[in-house]
């Protein structure tokens, strides 16, 4: 029997997990809101949190998985990328606990990890498949033809789709974090009330700076042109907002999957819990003869249920690390 720990401490989540012969058994997550009052994710105060929160969090995990800490056979962690700071204190954890154990330590990419988490619950996909990974800091479409074997064929060049929804809800003036505010303010509003430009990138690649910049432009003229514009359009505007990015993401993949050749189409990170994302790529499939694979929400967001399935993919393959190894910041697939 492989019990697994899995350990995601990439930013301002700290999360420990169980996972017994690829179930995963538990799944706690510690968030922190002291963020909130400023607007976004201070990396200091990230790292203080991990420390707090980092024991309470692995010792519910192994309680709710109803095993004790010398069943455990390895350790899982993010090595990155992510806030460095945030990343050393999930990493120091996991070589302290291994070390103390005698047992293996297992270094996990998050992004890959966010694709992983499509094996937490069945059914899963076949390799290879295509995953759009989307969060606040990344936007990827990867061709994952193993567990392990991955290859980036866009990325974006500037903002991550997450970051861009984030962005435009501080020019809306809605509190952080914003992107899920926009998301169900966009329910009750008319998607096609405005139209923002689709950025046109050559290739498998994507920009959102640009339509940031256009959002901004339309909120400052609106307002001079009819003072009160925004309260009273809120819902449509972020709906048409919402529409645009859904609309830039699917768009390229749906070229992404032509050019590849593949059926299993899949999207993973913090932004597939989107509603409009998701329910646009369930729309999408039906129209492309696709088998689609969306996360449960639980496993949208950085979580250690995905740093835990990986880790155990890595145990089975044997592919352990020493003690040497350190976090990194940037971390390619």
């Given at each position: 029997?492989?019990?697994?720990?899995?350990?995601?401490?990439?930013?301002?989540?700290?999360?420990?997990?169980?996972?017994?012969?690829?179930?995963?058994?538990?799944?706690?997550?510690?968030?922190?809101?002291?963020?909130?009052?400023?607007?976004?994710?201070?990396?200091?105060?990230?790292?203080?949190?991990?420390?707090?929160?980092?024991?309470?969090?692995?010792?519910?995990?192994?309680?709710?998985?109803?095993?004790?800490?010398?069943?455990?056979?390895?350790?899982?962690?993010?090595?990155?990328?992510?806030?460095?700071?945030?990343?050393?204190?999930?990493?120091?954890?996991?070589?302290?606990?291994?070390?103390?154990?005698?047992?293996?330590?297992?270094?996990?990419?998050?992004?890959?990890?966010?694709?992983?988490?499509?094996?937490?619950?069945?059914?899963?996909?076949?390799?290879?498949?295509?995953?759009?990974?989307?969060?606040?800091?990344?936007?990827?479409?990867?061709?994952?033809?193993?567990?392990?074997?991955?290859?980036?064929?866009?990325?974006?060049?500037?903002?991550?789709?997450?970051?861009?929804f984030d962005k435009t809800a501080k020019i809306l003036g809605l509190p952080y974090p914003g992107g899920p505010l926009i998301d169900r303010y966009a329910r009750d509003g008319?998607?096609?009330?405005?139209?923002?430009?689709?950025?046109?990138?050559?290739?498998?690649?994507?920009?959102?700076?640009?339509?940031?910049?256009?959002?901004?432009?339309?909120?400052?003229?609106?307002?001079?042109?009819?003072?009160?514009?925004?309260?009273?359009?809120?819902?449509?505007?972020?709906?048409?907002?919402?529409?645009?990015?859904?609309?830039?993401?699917?768009?390229?993949?749906?070229?992404?999957?032509?050019?590849?050749?593949?059926?299993?189409?899949a999207i993973a990170g913090g932004v597939s819990a989107n509603s409009g994302l998701r329910d646009g790529l369930i729309a999408l499939g039906e129209e492309q003869g696709w088998?689609?694979?969306?996360?449960?929400?639980?496993?949208?967001?950085?979580?250690?249920?995905?740093?835990?399935?990986?880790?155990y993919h890595k145990y089975l393959a044997g592919d352990f690390v020493g003690h040497d190894v350190a976090p990194l910041a940037r971390y390619s697939l």
């Amino acid at each position: 029997m492989a019990i697994i720990l899995g350990i995601e401490s990439s930013c301002d989540e700290t999360s420990a997990a169980i996972c017994i012969d690829g179930k995963i058994r538990s799944n706690v997550i510690a968030n922190q809101t002291i963020h909130e009052k400023f607007g976004g994710v201070v990396p200091e105060l990230a790292s203080r949190a991990h420390q707090q929160n980092i024991i309470p969090a692995v010792a519910q995990a192994i309680r709710e998985a109803k095993v004790h800490k010398n069943d455990i056979a390895a350790v899982a962690f993010t090595r990155g990328p992510g806030l460095l700071g945030s990343l050393l204190v999930g990493t120091s954890f996991a070589k302290a606990f291994a070390l103390a154990r005698s047992i293996p330590l297992i270094e996990i990419n998050h992004m890959q990890a966010h694709i992983l988490a499509h094996f937490i619950d069945d059914p899963t996909p076949a390799f290879p498949f295509l995953c759009l990974t989307v969060s606040g800091g990344h936007t990827q479409l990867v061709l994952v033809k193993d567990y392990f074997e991955m290859e980036l064929l866009g990325q974006t060049l500037d903002d991550a789709a997450g970051e861009a929804f984030d962005k435009t809800a501080k020019i809306l003036g809605l509190p952080y974090p914003g992107g899920p505010l926009i998301d169900r303010y966009a329910r009750d509003g008319n998607a096609d009330a405005f139209t923002f430009p689709e950025p046109q990138i050559p290739g498998l690649n994507f920009s959102f700076s640009g339509l940031k910049t256009a959002i901004l432009y339309f909120v400052r003229q609106k307002e001079q042109e009819q003072p009160g514009f925004l309260q009273k359009h809120l819902h449509d505007v972020c709906a048409s907002v919402q529409s645009r990015i859904v609309s830039i993401l699917l768009n390229k993949l749906k070229r992404a999957a032509k050019a590849v050749g593949v059926s299993d189409v899949a999207i993973a990170g913090g932004v597939s819990a989107n509603s409009g994302l998701r329910d646009g790529l369930i729309a999408l499939g039906e129209e492309q003869g696709w088998r689609v694979f969306i996360p449960r929400f639980e496993f949208c967001t950085d979580n250690a249920a995905m740093i835990a399935i990986a880790g155990y993919h890595k145990y089975l393959a044997g592919d352990f690390v020493g003690h040497d190894v350190a976090p990194l910041a940037r971390y390619s697939l």
